[in-house]
């Protein structure tokens, strides 16, 4: 079992920057990815960014790259999501998840959320 601890949501006027941690503890975590998804109200889950044990990083929204830059400190157990230049669209509650190897879905554990709200 894998429990997942996000923080550092919060409400953010537009253009600015937010950072989100993403804690987890209850196994090693070698050989698993971690990754971020969002939730709006009205829209389905997105996958916003994941990245690999050892540093493979993917984005598959286009919206956010060159924005969002996710990465992780394996000897912390913790991984991160550096959001620049916030757009309302960037509201969310944005949910923390991992698996073993990297992919865009199928993932098995996941924390309970931090809301982000970007205000205009």
């Known amino acids: 079992q894998v429990q997942l601890v996000e923080s550092g949501g919060g409400l953010v006027q537009v253009g600015g920057s937010l950072r989100l941690s993403c804690a987890a503890s209850g196994r090693a975590l070698n050989d698993y990815a971690l990754g971020w998804f969002r939730h709006a109200p009205g829209k389905e889950r997105e996958f916003v960014a994941g990245?690999?044990?050892?540093?493979?990083?993917?984005y598959d929204l286009d919206s956010v790259k060159g924005r969002f830059t996710i990465s992780r400190d394996n000897t912390k157990n913790t991984v991160y999501l550096q959001m620049h230049s916030l757009q309302p669209t960037d509201t969310a509650v944005y949910y923390c998840?991992?698996?073993?190897?990297?992919?865009?879905?199928?993932?098995?554990?996941w924390g309970q959320g931090t809301q982000v709200t970007v205000s205009s």
């Open positions: 998840a991992a698996r073993l190897g990297l992919a865009s879905s199928g993932y098995s554990y």
């Open positions: 990245i690999s044990w050892i540093g493979v990083r993917t």
